[in-house]
């Protein structure tokens, strides 16, 4: 199916009510579907920033501790963005972007955004309102790791999942220590605590599929 940068727009929340000759505007200005095999960087640190868009796959952001150990900050899915401060400030990337599999990214460049903002303001300020809804989330991810316990981490992970995608029966996409590192614990104490949950009865696993019930 012939890809329509778009629709590919469309995906990102804060494009997705923006008047139809403002989308194909900002599509003029943005690249899309460029490829990305799995374990690829789209993204190091120090190398120019701009918006990125999942159109497909999956990716993660981490940065890496005194000891050279990684350190996830999230969890790219399909449709999210990364990079939406890089569009106003001149500066360099400070982390890195790793395909997770392979991976189809769509982008725009800060100079020529910026160009765009001045004859589309009202962009700015869905971008406005989207940082904040960032932010909360961001909170919730460090409140989530810094409170709970390893159990209770990943359930509310599996209930984030199930209300994003609307369905109580979903495949996980990401392999257990990319999972284990986003929420902060070892791969074994993810698997030892998710194996206690379907003791539990509050899920089922069969292989990458997990049930809530």
Same mark, same amino acid.
């Given at each position: 199916?012939?890809?329509?940068?778009?629709?590919?727009? %469309?995906?990102?929340?804060?494009?997705?009510? @923006?008047?139809?000759?403002?989308?194909?505007?900002?599509? &003029?200005?943005? %690249?899309?579907?460029? *490829?990305?095999?799995?374990?690829? *960087?789209?993204?190091?640190?120090?190398?120019?920033?701009?918006?990125?868009?999942?159109?497909?796959?999956?990716?993660?952001? +981490?940065?890496?501790?005194?000891?050279? #150990?990684?350190?996830?900050? #999230?969890?790219?899915?399909?449709?999210?963005?990364?990079? /939406?401060?890089?569009?106003?400030?001149?500066?360099?990337? #400070? %982390?890195?972007?790793?395909? @997770?599999?392979? &991976?189809?990214?769509?982008?725009?460049?800060?100079?020529? +955004? $910026?160009?765009?903002?001045?004859? #589309? !303001? /009202?962009?700015?300020?869905? *971008?406005?309102?989207? +940082?904040? $809804?960032?932010?909360?989330? &961001?909170?919730?991810?460090?409140?989530?790791?810094?409170?709970?316990?390893?159990?209770?981490?990943?359930?509310?992970?599996?209930?984030?999942?199930?209300?994003?995608?609307?369905?109580?029966?979903?495949?996980?996409? *990401?392999?257990?220590?990319?999972?284990?590192?986003?929420?902060?614990?070892? !791969?074994? %104490? +993810?698997?030892?605590?998710?194996?206690?949950?379907?003791?539990?009865?509050?899920?089922?696993?069969?292989?990458?599929?997990?049930?809530?019930?």
């Amino acid at each position: 199916m012939k890809h329509n940068p778009e629709k590919c727009l %469309t995906k990102v929340e804060i494009f997705k009510t @923006l008047p139809q000759e403002v989308k194909e505007k900002l599509s &003029t200005i943005s %690249t899309h579907q460029i *490829l990305y095999k799995k374990g690829r *960087l789209i993204r190091s640190m120090g190398e120019a920033g701009g918006l990125l868009v999942i159109d497909r796959g999956c990716a993660k952001v +981490f940065n890496l501790d005194e000891e050279g #150990n990684e350190v996830v900050l #999230n969890i790219l899915q399909e449709g999210e963005i990364e990079g /939406e401060g890089d569009l106003f400030r001149d500066s360099k990337s #400070n %982390t890195f972007i790793e395909a @997770l599999e392979d &991976t189809q990214i769509c982008g725009i460049d800060r100079n020529k +955004f $910026q160009i765009f903002l001045k004859e #589309n !303001p /009202e962009v700015a300020l869905k *971008l406005l309102n989207n +940082f904040g $809804q960032k932010i909360v989330q &961001t909170q919730r991810h460090e409140l989530l790791k810094s409170v709970l316990d390893a159990k209770k981490r990943i359930w509310e992970y599996l209930k984030d999942i199930s209300i994003k995608s609307g369905k109580k029966e979903f495949s996980l996409r *990401l392999k257990k220590k990319d999972i284990a590192a986003y929420l902060g614990m070892s !791969p074994e %104490t +993810f698997s030892r605590k998710l194996k206690e949950l379907e003791k539990e009865g509050v899920i089922e696993v069969r292989g990458k599929k997990v049930k809530l019930r």
